[in-house]
């Protein structure tokens, strides 16, 4: 009954969104209509050559179609703003269309992931069309050319990542590769983490510059008293396949990630506890960290990964190399060679997120802050068709009362399995060369 009403919902939400498109879509096959119907008459038919009588447009009808096209108001201009304002969801309905699309074919599983990328490439024809109509007619009343190949370029970027969002929250797929899938995950048990800024920072690097790092894990460790528990890291490195981006699979093996005897946290959370209502005086914990992505220039590959913290906010920053696709090699041979840290410049921002009331007794916590829970162990990520990293991305998410903590990397097969754009290179990485002490 519910899964019934959950689907009734769903298509209420897309008989509104799919209005809001085609009401546009409409508008450009009309233009397009009516521009393959102005007059072409021959201009003495008594002359005749090689591809028949010379033709003449109707000059009149031509400017009247194109002045109607271009009118900032009611012509092409608008709908193709209305088309992409439906893609990206932003409209009354606060809902993509994709978004909307995806959760009503999953109630079914009428549409798999790349159906649905199918569809996604279909409307994206319609707003092509419609440009290339308003270029034509731009270019017919003798108006100043405009960069719509750009235009629609940076318009697609921001759909596709809002196509992205949709498929993986229908069908649990995305460019980024969890570690392991959020299903079978329970919660992380924050309480179990360093609840303070490393003082120094701390790094993890490849021995050679044949290894590549593929996949990160994060075993959770059952053995000991739960406030003792931790949450170790280990790396999955191998040996690049020269020709290719390529890890053999043979030569992957599991790193664990140390300092000195102990292991290393998952990441040292930089906390805070602050007044949250000076009236009450509740207090509560603060986590802060960037959630910027990081997508590297093609041509470095990552090889390690340093965890500090700037300005009391948890910082992870990758380690990359150069990588010489042909010898399946790095610029980085283990103890000297270039390396460089992927960081983020001045512009990223740090989120905040909510731990909760930091006074509560302990059996009123929710479970994700009492203890550490299990998760999937990291070992049983299959080791196999792993790659050269070329993207890396960390977040938490408070879901009710569970905090879901992601680590992702980028997984660069993404265009030949969907045919979506991969994700562009960020433009908010300064790689600057580092030294490890």
Request: glycine share 8%.
């Amino acid at each position: 009954m519910l899964a019934e009403i959950a689907e009734l919902h769903d298509r209420v939400d897309w008989n509104a969104v799919i209005s809001m498109f085609a009401e546009h879509e409409h508008r450009v096959g009309y233009c397009i209509e009516m521009m393959m119907a102005i007059t072409v008459l021959p201009t003495d038919p008594a002359r005749e050559g090689a591809g028949g009588p010379p033709l003449k447009v109707d000059a009149d009808g031509l400017e009247s179609w194109a002045r109607a096209v271009t009118d900032e108001v009611g012509g092409l201009p608008y709908s193709l703003y209305c088309l992409h304002r439906v893609l990206v969801g932003d409209t009354l309905l606060g809902k993509s269309l994709m978004h909307v699309f995806c959760r009503l074919m999953a109630h079914k599983e009428e549409v798999d992931y790349r159906g649905a990328a199918r569809y996604f490439f279909k409307l994206v024809s319609v707003e092509a069309q419609g440009f290339a109509a308003l270029a034509k007619a731009r270019q017919a009343i003798d108006l100043p050319d405009v960069d719509y190949a750009g235009l629609l370029r940076e318009r697609l970027l921001d759909q596709t990542v809002s196509v992205n969002a949709a498929l993986e929250s229908a069908y649990g797929v995305a460019e980024w590769n969890d570690v392991v899938p959020r299903e079978g995950w329970e919660s992380y048990g924050l309480k179990g983490y360093v609840p303070a800024s490393p003082t120094e920072s701390i790094h993890f690097v490849v021995a050679n510059n044949r290894q590549l790092i593929g996949a990160m894990g994060f075993p959770y460790e059952a053995s000991g008293a739960p406030a003792e528990s931790r949450t170790a890291v280990e790396f999955y490195v191998g040996d690049a396949v020269p020709g290719s981006r390529d890890i053999d699979d043979s030569s992957v093996r599991t790193v664990p990630w140390m300092r000195g005897t102990a292991p290393v946290y998952a990441i040292s959370l930089a906390t805070a506890t602050k007044e949250e209502n000076p009236a009450t005086g509740a207090r509560h914990k603060f986590l802060r960290y960037y959630p910027q992505p990081f997508v590297f220039d093609p041509r470095y590959v990552m090889v390690g990964l340093r965890a500090s913290a700037r300005d009391g906010v948890a910082l992870l920053e990758p380690l990359v190399a150069l990588y010489d696709e042909e010898t399946g090699t790095t610029s980085w041979n283990g103890v000297s060679g270039g390396l460089w840290v992927a960081g983020l410049d001045e512009s990223c921002e740090p989120v905040t997120v909510d731990l909760g009331d930091a006074d509560r007794p302990l059996d009123q916590l929710p479970s994700w802050q009492r203890e550490p829970h299990g998760l999937a162990p990291a070992r049983e990520h299959p080791l196999t068709g792993l790659r050269a990293v070329g993207g890396f991305r960390i977040g938490f998410k408070r879901d009710g009362d569970k905090m879901w903590f992601r680590l992702g990397l980028l997984d660069d097969t993404w265009e030949e399995r969907t045919m979506l754009p991969a994700a562009p290179q960020s433009d908010h990485l300064v790689y600057e060369p580092v030294e490890l002490p």
